[in-house]
């Protein structure tokens, strides 16, 4: 059909923002296909013709009325009884988009993206409020991380807000999945300033709190303004699989290894011990 996308964009209010480059006009009828990786599932909108000069079209979708699941939705154009899945020339990455986008309170997150072969997709996750990590270093004998909060609805402004860092212990041999001991929690004082927030505490008062030296700790933000936990983990960008994908150094206090580290989820732990 000789149609490439160009631009391809998720706005603040969820529409599908698209830019094609086009061989031939579309067609009176023609329709934007999303069909459900794995599952068959279709959903199916009607667009408007482009003209018949046109050698590019914008199209714009909203997503919520087409009540998209979980999960990874490949685009088709259709059109004169042809079906074709849609290229794509834009990587649909943008780290400044992907965080104004997060700033809002969501229950569902889309992200329009390109395909390893070159093709339209949209990746659709559940949205929660979490503290979105950017970076993660030792220093001086103490854990430090920094990042965004994503999904709260708080205003990307210069307020400071009272928050903690506090840790949670789980039992050894059961990363990310142990049962928690709400008595074995290490608290500091973190510093939130609009939606960004800073945090470090000492390894050694780790260490101090892990039984045997042995186990692993569940970071999370409390913040004024926020009725719930925020789990630290890295969601917002494009790496999935950190586990396995995002290796950090270890420390060595009092001879006992320490490493950050992530779950099968994306969230961030401190492994003590491992």
């Known amino acids: 059909m000789g149609v490439v996308v160009i631009d391809a964009e998720v706005t603040l209010a969820d529409v599908l923002s698209l830019r094609l480059a086009i061989a031939e006009p ?10 459900k990786r794995g599952a068959g599932e279709e959903r199916r909108v009607t667009l408007g013709a482009s ?14 009325p087409l009540d998209l699941g979980p999960g990874r939705w490949d685009a088709y154009l259709e059109q004169d009884g042809v079906r074709a ?16 986008y997060a700033l809002g309170r ?50 990307d402004d210069d307020q400071h807000r009272h928050a903690t ?6 039992d ?3 990363s990310g999945t142990g049962r928690s001991d709400p008595a074995a929690t290490v608290r500091v004082a973190a510093t939130v300033q609009g939606v ?21 700790w569940e970071p999370y933000l409390e913040v004024d303004g926020v009725d719930r936990e925020l789990p630290l983990g890295a969601r917002l960008d494009d790496v999935e699989g950190k586990r396995r ?30």
């Open 85 to 100: 899945r849609i290229q794509s020339a834009d990587p649909g990455f943008s780290l400044d988009r992907l965080d104004a």
């Open 51 to 64: 003209g018949e000069r046109a050698k590019d079209a914008s199209v714009a979708v909203s997503l919520a």
């Open 245 to 274: 994908r995002v290796h950090y150094p270890r420390a060595l206090v009092d001879g006992v290894p320490i490493r950050p580290s992530f779950t099968p989820g994306d969230e961030l732990l401190l492994e003590v011990g491992a």
């Open 106 to 155: 969501r229950t569902l997150a889309y992200r329009a993206y390109r395909t390893r072969n070159g093709f339209l997709a949209l990746k659709i996750d559940p949205a929660e409020p979490v503290a979105d990590v950017r970076a993660v270093w030792f220093r001086e004998g103490r854990f430090e991380v920094t990042g965004l909060l994503a999904y709260t609805g708080l205003d």
């Open 196 to 216: 960004r927030f800073h945090a470090a505490l000492s390894l050694c008062d780790v260490l101090a709190a892990t039984p045997d030296s042995q186990g692993s």
């Open 172 to 174: 050894p041999g059961h």
């Open 165 to 170: 860092l506090a840790l949670r212990h789980n």
């Open 26 to 35: 579309l067609a009176d009828g023609a329709r934007l296909v999303l069909r």
